[in-house]
């Protein structure tokens, strides 16, 4: 073999060792990019995710604070949670629209057992305004629970 063969060998040699190196190079950057594009997606989710649930505990503080809420708050909460069925499970949708049901409800009561209120059964009403508001108060906990598997960041 003469020397000119060596060094076309030897130069072939070092074209594909360069050639691998910057095919791993590129690999290793692809690869971070990926993880980095997955941990913004789940840190996204996350963001989304976390609105609805403070959508969800605000409008459960109002009515608490205030033994009932304003139109506008109920308008807050269902804008606020009204991503929930691209976010989260059919079971969260369904618990989201309960809390808007009971809360609904609530405020319905709270009308009807108002002492300025004529009417029947007054004592009957404000009992039943009462047990939905005990059902909203509980909620702060509930809610808590139910959205935690939906706002873990590890994993």
């Known amino acids: ?3 000119t063969s060596n060094y076309a060998v030897v130069i072939a040699l070092g074209q ?3 050639a691998a190196m910057v095919g791993g190079i590129g690999f290793y ?3 971070e990019q990926s ?3 997955r941990q913004k997606l789940r ?3 996350f963001d989304r995710r976390f609105r609805v649930f403070e959508a969800a505990r605000s409008f459960i503080s109002v009515v608490l604070a205030h033994g009932g809420y304003e139109v506008r708050d109920l308008h807050a909460f269902l804008v606020g949670t009204i991503d929930a069925q691209f976010l989260l499970n059919d079971e969260i949708v369904l618990y989201l629209r309960e809390i808007a049901n009971r809360a609904s409800k609530l ?3 709270k ?3 108002n002492p300025q209120s004529p009417g029947p059964d007054k004592a009957a009403l404000i009992k039943k305004h009462y047990e939905k508001l005990n059902w909203i108060s509980e909620q702060i ?3 808590a629970n139910r959205f935690r598997p939906f706002l873990q960041l590890e994993g």
């Open 29 to 31: 950057f692809a690869r």
């Open 111 to 113: 009308a009807a057992s």
């Open 35 to 37: 993880r980095t594009a």
């Open 16 to 18: 594909l060792v360069i």
């Open 43 to 45: 840190l996204d989710l």
């Open 141 to 143: 906990d509930v809610l």
């Open 1 to 3: 073999m003469s020397s």
């Open 107 to 109: 405020h319905a009561l």
